[in-house]
Structure formats: C-alpha cells, structure tokens
C-alpha cells in the first residue's frame, strides 16, 4: 500500500512540475496581434481598424536596459510606436495610450504616456530611421527615467513611477504596409566629447572565436548548425584566476535547438568541439542539462536552460593559490606564472583515491569547479587545473543562437 501512494506522489509531483513549465512557458512568450512575425521582422497585419502591438517576452534589465526598431517601411500612414508596456499591456491598443505605458509614436513626433493625448517630442520618423528605447536606473524615489533615441541621438526623456521589471519593449502599428525590424539586444553607448558614439566591440576579451560573431557583450553562432561538427566556440583571452574566478551569460535567444555549452577548457582546446567533449575541458550544456567532463557521454547534473536563464561556472581556487603575484594583475598570463607546488584542498579535496573520468586531463593540481543557473549553484566537481590555466569557453551550435556574457561579474 505504501509503495503504491508513493507511486501515486511521484505521478502527481510530475504533473504539477508539468504544469508549472507550461505556465512558465507561456510567461516567457512574446506576444504579438494583428502583425505577422518573420525572424526579427514585424509587420502590420491588420485591416487598418485595428491596431497591431507586439510586446516582448522579457522586461528590460540592468544587463539588457536598450532595444531599436528600424522602420523598413512607413506604409500607408506610419502610425509605427516605440515604448514600454507593462506585461499585461491590452494588444487592440497602442503602447503609452494605457496607463503604466510610455512610447513615443513615428508619425507625429509626440510621446504618448498613459493617455491617448500626446505631448509634442521630437520629429517624426520616415523610412529607415532607428528608434531606440531604454532606461535609467540612476533615478530614485520609485521612478525610472526612459529615454528614446532617433538614429544614434538621445531625444529626450521622461520620468515615469515603475519597477524595471515591469517594463517590457512594445511596438505598434496601425496602417497598412507597415514594417519594421526589432533588436532587442541592442546597445546604448554615451557619446564622448566629439559627439561620436562609443563602440567597445569587447573583441579583445576574446582570443578565439570560431563561427561566433561578437557585438559588444553579445555573442551570435554563425555556423551552419546542420551537424555535430558545425561547433561554434568562443574562448576568452585570459583564463579564471583568483581575482576573476566566475562569469556568466544569459541565454538572450535559444535558437533552434539551445545547444549552448558553458564551461572551462585548456588555452589549445579544439575549436570545432563542444565544452566538455574533450581532453581538459568541463561545461554545463543547456539543451539537456547534463555535465560534460573531458567526454562525449553527459552525466545529469542540473536543469536544462532555457531563454532568459543565467548561466554561470567558477572556480573555487584553495587559500593557498598562488600565481605569483599575479591577483594584483588584471591580465594575468599562466606562461610567466609558476606552475604550484601540489598542496592538497582542504576545502574541497577527498582523501579517498577515485577513478579519473575517461578522458580527464590528469595533469596538474585539482580544483572545485561550479555552477550556477539564475544565481543558485547547480552543482560543483572537482577537476585537474591544466598547466596554462582554464579559460572560460562557450559553445554553440544550432542557428539562431545568441548569449550576452560578463566575464567578470564577481571579483574577489
């Protein structure tokens, strides 16, 4: 009888765990009405009596805090409006004509905040112009500045009563013809003194990459994606030391298949292999959840990773680390720091002797590495620190995939 009600558990703890990713899932949708959507194209839908809005799936953040819309075409009337909708936002109405919207509107130049009357903004827009909307989070009190930005300049902005996580990128459209092409990943840069913008393309925190474009703290697989070697790796330049032990990305776009790999790997890793595939490698992959270790085989380790999850790896490197020096450098080089003496992990080390994993690199000293999803460790393993040093490596490999990383969003 007991065995039964707890089979009887088990079956019922599936479901609510079923039901709670679909709710997540549909929580995490973008939503669009009378627009029809190709890739990152938007295009008015409608009969012309109706409006059409698109609001994305995800708020604006201190990471992501910026997004365009190019128009491609004014259509027949150009009623095309750029804003900020809270998530509940009603889609038979354009951003900032309800209360907590805010968007400024191509047509008329005029910024529309909570009411469907207008106030005089900046110019209007024609085809090919940018629109650009972000936020502030310099502001106190519980208000938030949004800004909007025509082709590179700021126009204006205002202040608004929000939280940030209830502000999520709208468009809307009204007349035929009408289409635009939306990046949400865009970046915002402060101009300097020559009025030129500033663009840190962040390629030289990189020294490989493989079938991934970089544009500022985004990375985009540009492989084929069609087969198990159409791997697209990204490695930085400079390997985890104990001043930066951890970093992150956060998966913007899953792409097909979200076959994106987080992890470490020797600096000679090959370039057409996962994270963790090979000799001198460990990561985290997000399609399935599994912890890959210098092998081709995954063990279950953690939750799979889905669009707007954080992932995150680290090192917790002993007290007694030493490189020389070498935490007061930024840009510390393993070729000129001296290999450490073998000192057993008092933290971390087991005493008992255990099998290597096949294909482990068994050189140099042993290291706990972890893992993060959403800022909650997932799991740890210890590994042999190869003599150069782990790099942080990521993966790519189905169409469509993109990461924003930080590579040192902790120090210490």
């Known amino acids: 009888m007991d065995d039964i009600n707890l089979h009887y558990r088990f079956l019922n703890w599936r479901r609510r765990n079923r039901e709670i990713r679909e709710v997540r899932a549909v929580r995490y949708r973008d939503r669009w009405r009378n627009m029809a959507r190709d890739g990152d194209i938007l295009r008015y839908h409608g009969d012309s009596d109706e409006v059409g809005c698109f609001v994305a799936a995800r708020p604006l953040s201190k990471r992501r805090r910026y997004f365009e819309v190019t128009v491609n075409d004014t259509g027949v009337r ?59 989070f310099d502001s106190d009190d519980g208000q938030i500045t949004v800004f909007f930005t025509k082709n590179g300049e700021e126009i204006g902005s205002v202040e608004i009563p929000a939280n940030p996580e209830d502000l999520y990128p709208a468009v809307g459209m009204h007349s035929l013809g009408e289409e635009v092409v939306l990046d949400l990943n865009a970046d915002w840069r402060v101009e300097d003194d020559d009025g030129q913008m500033i663009v840190d393309s962040h390629e030289e925190d990189w020294s490989r990459l493989h079938d991934v474009k970089v544009t500022g703290t985004l990375l985009e697989y540009t492989g084929k994606g069609k087969s198990i070697v159409d791997v697209g790796l990204a490695q930085a330049r400079r390997p985890l030391n104990p001043r930066f032990h951890y970093y992150e990305l956060e998966i913007t776009d899953a792409g097909e298949k979200c076959y994106i790999a987080l992890g470490l790997a020797r600096r000679d890793y090959p370039k057409d292999k996962h994270p963790g595939w090979n000799k001198g490698s460990i990561a985290y992959h997000a399609d399935d959840g599994k912890l890959f270790h210098g092998s081709g085989v995954g063990d279950p380790f953690g939750p799979r990773c889905l669009e707007g999850d954080t992932m995150g790896c680290g090192i917790m490197f002993p007290r007694d680390f030493s490189t020389d020096g070498a935490d007061d450098a930024d840009d510390w080089d393993p070729d000129v720091a001296s290999r ?14 255990e099998d290597e994993e096949e294909g482990e690199d068994l050189e140099g000293r042993k290291v706990m590495v972890f893992f993060t999803r959403n800022g909650k460790v997932v799991g740890k393993r210890e590994v042999a620190l190869p003599p150069s040093g782990f790099y942080p490596t990521i993966g790519m490999m189905s169409s469509g995939e993109k990461v924003r990383v930080e590579l040192h969003p902790l120090s210490g």
């Open 78 to 136: 150009g009623m095309i409006a750029v804003g900020l909708v809270p998530q509940s936002h009603k889609l038979e109405h354009q951003p900032g004509w309800l209360p907590h919207s805010v968007a400024f509107h191509a047509d008329d130049g005029k910024l529309y905040n909570g009411s469907t009357v207008g106030q005089q903004f900046g110019a209007k827009c024609c085809r090919g112009d940018k629109i650009g909307c972000g936020i502030s």
């Open 340 to 353: 450490p003496s073998a000192v057993q992990n008092n933290l971390y080390a087991n005493d008992d002797d």
